[in-house]
Every structure is written in structure tokens, then in C-alpha cells.
């Protein structure tokens, strides 16, 4: 018995450890205020997510769109953000995040794109920033799914969030009480696994039944199968549906082949 336990307690080790290895935790700082044209602002911080990934050749930190945007949050009041500082596992500074198509300026609430057939507000909001070779040379890399892979529904997932600044543990320790028949698993404190399956399969993302918090956006979606050398991503966890009650998350490449036969809507 104190053998299994130990087996194990290793067994989480390697968990944790392949995780906090390929995680981005990012820091936003927000100036908030109850409008647009409001001058008095207050400073505020949370987290997102990111995670870095090999897609063929080519290596990437890969997050969602409304990690950087400015809208109305759920208290009505105005959020923009002012700064998001990277910070990738194993390297001592903070990198800020700079993007060259404006999505530090992009603003929600006057997004109007959708995107079909999900109705999404934000539409399509996959990010993938490219990763000089210097940085490349100092993490270790997620592996995609394989272009010929088909996603369907029922498999397995499982959603990792890493809280750098313990934002996301204080969250997520607020929502564990509302939650029920779902555990978390926390390694090294800052480490969050949940899981589920796949409930839904479109043309450019899925749906799931794993539950998460505030502050999960842009975590890696992956397939929980056969150990951690066969962990592969799928996804970017994007957001909750009100319509189906389900998270969902786009699928990080286009080429991923799926066997979608019905309509997912997210709204």
C-alpha cells in the first residue's frame, strides 16, 4: 500500500513537472472604470493563459484574442488593458507581450464579427505569436496533434492552467465550493488540471464538459491518452457557452480533421 502511494505521488511529480515545463502564465494589468469616457480609473491585475506549442516546423506561444482586449465587464465596468508581461517556465525574467495586428488595442465590444456556426462574440479568437529562436532554445514545447488525427466526440480532455501570481488559485479557490462532482488538482501551487469529454465537434472547434474558472483562458486543450510522451493539444480554451452550459475551445490548426456532423452553438 505505502508502495502504490509512493508510485503515486512520483507519478504526480511527472505530471506537474511535464506541465509547468510548457505553460505561459500571463500577467495583465487592467485600468478599470465604470465607462469609456470615465477618467477615474482603478489599476487592476488577473491572469491568462498561454502555452507553447510545435505546429509543424515552427514553434509558438499560443493564447486567446480577450486576453488583451478592452470591454465591459460583468460588474459593468470598463476594462482595457494597459500591460501583459509573459512569463515562461524556466526563465527568469518577464517578457511583455507585443503583437503586430493590434490586439492590444482590440476591443470587444465593438467586435462584431461572429463566428459561424457559433455565434461567438469574439469570433475566431485563436492567437499564435510566432517564438524568436533564442526563447525557443530555453523552453520545452507542447506537441500538436497530428494533421490526420480525427477528433471526436467522447474523448477525453484535460485543460492545465498555471497561476504565476496565485490570482488564478485565489479564483479558483473561490469557485471550488460552487462546483460539484469536479476536483482539482493543484501541484506545486500554482499547477490546475481538470478534465472531461468532448460533448461536441465543429468545423473549427469543440466543445467539452471539463469545468474552469475565470482566468483559464488560452489554457492548453489536450487528449488524455496513453502517458505523458502521447499528451498532444487540440485546442485553446476560449470561453463558457449560455447556451449549452459547456466550455469550448478552438482547435489550434486548421488541418486537424474532425467529424463534425452537427451544430455547436456557442453564444
Avoid at 61 to 78: A, G, I, L
Wanted: proline share 2%; with cysteine; glycine share 8%.
Amino acid at each position: 500500500e505505502e508502495e502504490k502511494k509512493m508510485e503515486q505521488q512520483e507519478e504526480m511529480k511527472n505530471i506537474s513537472e511535464f506541465f509547468h515545463d510548457r505553460c505561459v502564465s500571463l500577467r495583465i494589468f487592467m485600468e478599470v472604470s465604470n465607462s469609456k469616457d470615465d477618467d477615474s480609473v482603478k489599476d487592476v491585475q488577473g491572469e491568462g493563459q498561454a502555452f507553447i506549442i510545435k505546429i509543424g516546423r515552427e514553434a509558438f506561444m499560443v493564447t486567446v484574442k480577450h486576453n488583451f482586449c478592452s470591454e465591459t465587464n460583468n460588474d459593468s465596468e470598463y476594462e482595457k488593458c494597459d500591460k501583459i508581461y509573459a512569463n515562461f517556465p524556466g526563465v527568469s525574467k518577464s517578457y511583455k507581450v507585443h503583437l503586430k495586428d493590434g490586439l492590444l488595442g482590440w476591443d470587444a465590444d465593438a467586435h462584431e464579427d461572429t463566428f459561424e456556426p457559433t455565434g461567438w462574440k469574439y469570433g475566431n479568437e485563436l492567437v499564435k505569436i510566432p517564438l524568436g529562436e533564442r526563447l525557443v532554445n530555453k523552453v520545452k514545447l507542447f506537441q500538436a496533434v497530428s494533421p490526420t488525427f480525427r477528433i471526436e466526440k467522447d474523448m477525453e480532455v484535460g485543460i492545465m492552467a498555471h497561476s504565476n501570481k496565485g490570482l488564478l488559485a485565489e479564483s479558483i479557490q473561490k469557485q471550488m465550493q460552487k462546483i460539484e462532482g469536479e476536483e482539482y488538482e493543484a501541484q506545486k501551487g500554482d499547477i490546475f488540471i481538470t478534465v472531461g469529454r468532448i460533448t461536441c465537434v465543429g468545423a473549427e472547434h469543440i466543445e467539452y464538459d471539463a469545468n474552469t474558472v475565470h482566468g483559464f483562458s488560452g489554457a492548453p486543450v489536450f487528449l488524455l491518452s496513453g502517458g505523458l510522451e502521447n499528451i498532444k493539444v487540440i485546442a485553446v480554451h476560449a470561453g463558457h457557452s449560455n447556451k449549452t452550459e459547456k466550455n469550448f475551445g478552438f482547435l489550434i490548426s486548421p488541418e486537424i480533421k474532425t467529424t463534425a456532423n452537427e451544430t455547436c452553438l456557442i453564444s
